[in-house]
């Protein structure tokens, strides 16, 4: 199977719905846990893009939630702490002393 370029979307905007939620929520993801492959992305760059997206889903309860939480990250400060009062660092799974 060949793929032939003129197959290919020429812009991130003109691709599905679908896979622009998906890719949204991934990069969501990966700006939390400030991971390496995000260091160039923001939370308000995510929640901007959400936004947009979520008009894409208009009534979909499950987007809107998504949209909402974007928001409501930006608000989380780095090196949160937990009920236990230990400190996370955000590329880690538990709680570091």
């Known amino acids: 199977m060949t793929l032939d370029s003129a197959q290919l979307t020429p812009a991130f905007t003109e691709a599905s719905p679908s896979f ?3 890719v949204i929520v991934a990069e969501y993801a990966e700006v939390l846990r400030e991971s390496y492959w995000a ?8 929640q901007e893009e959400a936004e947009r ?10 987007v809107e939630e998504f949209v909402e939480l974007t928001g409501r990250a930006k608000l989380v400060p ?20």
Request: glycine share 14%.
């Open 39 to 46: 260091q160039e992305n923001t939370l308000a760059g995510v």
């Open 20 to 22: 622009q939620l998906a």
């Open 78 to 97: 780095k090196g949160r702490t937990a009920a236990n009062g230990e400190r996370f660092n955000r590329n880690e799974q538990a709680p570091c002393k």
């Open 53 to 62: 997206i979520g008009g894409l889903f208009e009534g979909n309860a499950d």
